[in-house]
């Protein structure tokens, strides 16, 4: 299985901007895929979570009401659709997946994924 993110770049605030995952693999049916984000000198975090196979979602309390994750079965592809850009948004944003079937009262937990993409950088300019 391959996480294969892309789509990042440079964008003032307050634009937009949408980061894609490919998903490649043999018989790929993830429970979870997520996107998180690492900015410079800081631990990574949990911005965006999506059941593959139900559709619900959760996100980070930074992002609520500005950033919107999907996803396509059909393509094997993930995607987030980031509006209102700030400034701290600007860090490198993975995708990952968990794989077998799970359970948990939220989807931000890090160590849970199992799976992850190389990172895309996003950088959001003042």
């Known amino acids: 299985v391959q996480l294969q993110a892309s789509g990042g770049g440079l964008e003032q605030a307050g634009g937009s901007l949408r980061v894609s995952c490919a998903v490649s693999?043999?018989?790929?049916?993830?429970?979870?895929m997520a996107w998180f984000r690492q900015a410079p000198g800081k631990e990574r975090e949990f911005v965006a979570a999506?059941?593959?196979?139900?559709?619900?979602?959760e996100y980070g309390d930074p992002v609520k009401g500005r950033f919107t994750i999907s996803r396509d079965k059909a393509k094997n592809s993930m995607y987030l659709q980031m509006n209102s850009l700030k400034t701290e948004d600007t860090a490198v944003y993975y995708c990952?997946?968990?794989?077998?079937?799970?359970?948990?009262?939220?989807?931000?937990?890090?160590?849970?994924?199992?799976?992850w993409g190389q990172g895309t950088q996003v950088t959001v300019s003042s």
């Open positions: 693999g043999r018989s790929f049916s993830p429970h979870i």
């Open positions: 999506i059941n593959w196979r139900r559709g619900n979602t």
């Open positions: 990952a997946a968990i794989r077998q079937t799970y359970y948990s009262d939220t989807y931000s937990r890090l160590n849970d994924y199992d799976a």
